[in-house]
Every structure is written in structure tokens, then in C-alpha cells.
């Protein structure tokens, strides 16, 4: 049951990232990988709330807890996207954008995953 929500939930990341990224182009440009960017600090604020907050929850099932961290942060978050982007970025020359988008991409997602724990352990009761 476990590896079935882990699949489910992950296709629902998956699913996720590609209508966020979709959206960050349609608002916000092409000028970086914005796309990319908000699912890292998203899906690090929610790695970071549910790890808090669901460890003390006795609503949540564990196999659903295993299938929103594993599976749907895992599908929407995009590392590997981060490291290409930022590598085609270096290639094109610009050494700027590259820098911003490692430097904002590591340290905001650290900011997001320390902010979701804050707030999961609020809600903890």
C-alpha cells in the first residue's frame, strides 16, 4: 500500500511542478528558472510542515505521511532540473543568473524547509 501512495502522490507532484513551472513562465518570465525555484521552496516549506507536523498527528496515516513526503514532494521538486538549468545557464554565459539561481535556490529552500518546520510544530498542539 505504502509503494501504491508513494506513486499516487508522487504523479500528483509531478503533475504539480509542471503547472507551477507553466505559470512562473506565464507570470513571471523566462528570464531565470522561476519555475524551478518556486517548487524548490515549496516543496521544501512542505517537506518541512509535514515532517514537523505530521510526526505528532495521529490523523494521518502513516502510509499517507510516507506518500506526501516521499512521493509528492519527491515528484515536485526538482533538483536535477536546478542542477541542468543552472549548468545551461554557465554554458550560455551568463554567470549572473547562474550564481542568483544557485545562491536563492540553496538558500531560500533552506529558509522554506526551517520555516515549514516552525509552523508544523505550532500545529502540533
Same mark, same amino acid.
Do not use: D
Given at each position: 500500500?505504502?509503494?501504491?501512495?508513494?506513486?499516487?502522490?508522487?504523479?500528483?507532484?509531478?503533475?504539480?511542478?509542471?503547472?507551477? #513551472?507553466?505559470?512562473?513562465?506565464?507570470?513571471?518570465? &523566462?528570464? @531565470?528558472?522561476? *519555475? $524551478?525555484?518556486?517548487?524548490?521552496? *515549496? *516543496?521544501?516549506?512542505?517537506?518541512?510542515?509535514?515532517?514537523?507536523?505530521?510526526?505528532?498527528?495521529?490523523?494521518?496515516?502513516?502510509?499517507?505521511?510516507?506518500?506526501? @513526503?516521499?512521493?509528492?514532494?519527491?515528484?515536485? #521538486?526538482?533538483?536535477?532540473?536546478?542542477?541542468?538549468? $543552472?549548468?545551461?545557464?554557465?554554458?550560455? *554565459?551568463?554567470?549572473?543568473?547562474?550564481g542568483a539561481n544557485i545562491f536563492l535556490n540553496i538558500v531560500l529552500?533552506?529558509?522554506?524547509?526551517?520555516?515549514?518546520?516552525?509552523?508544523? &510544530?505550532?500545529?502540533?498542539?
Amino acid at each position: 500500500m505504502q509503494i501504491l501512495l508513494i506513486g499516487i502522490f508522487g504523479g500528483l507532484g509531478c503533475i504539480s511542478r509542471y503547472l507551477v #513551472t507553466g505559470w512562473s513562465f506565464e507570470f513571471l518570465g &523566462r528570464f @531565470m528558472p522561476y *519555475g $524551478t525555484l518556486l517548487v524548490n521552496t *515549496g *516543496g521544501s516549506f512542505l517537506l518541512g510542515f509535514l515532517n514537523a507536523f505530521s510526526l505528532h498527528a495521529s490523523f494521518l496515516p502513516a502510509s499517507v505521511r510516507l506518500g506526501l @513526503m516521499v512521493g509528492f514532494t519527491g515528484g515536485f #521538486t526538482t533538483f536535477s532540473t536546478f542542477s541542468y538549468e $543552472t549548468l545551461k545557464l554557465i554554458e550560455e *554565459g551568463n554567470l549572473v543568473q547562474a550564481g542568483a539561481n544557485i545562491f536563492l535556490n540553496i538558500v531560500l529552500c533552506l529558509i522554506f524547509v526551517a520555516t515549514g518546520m516552525l509552523l508544523g &510544530r505550532q500545529f502540533q498542539g
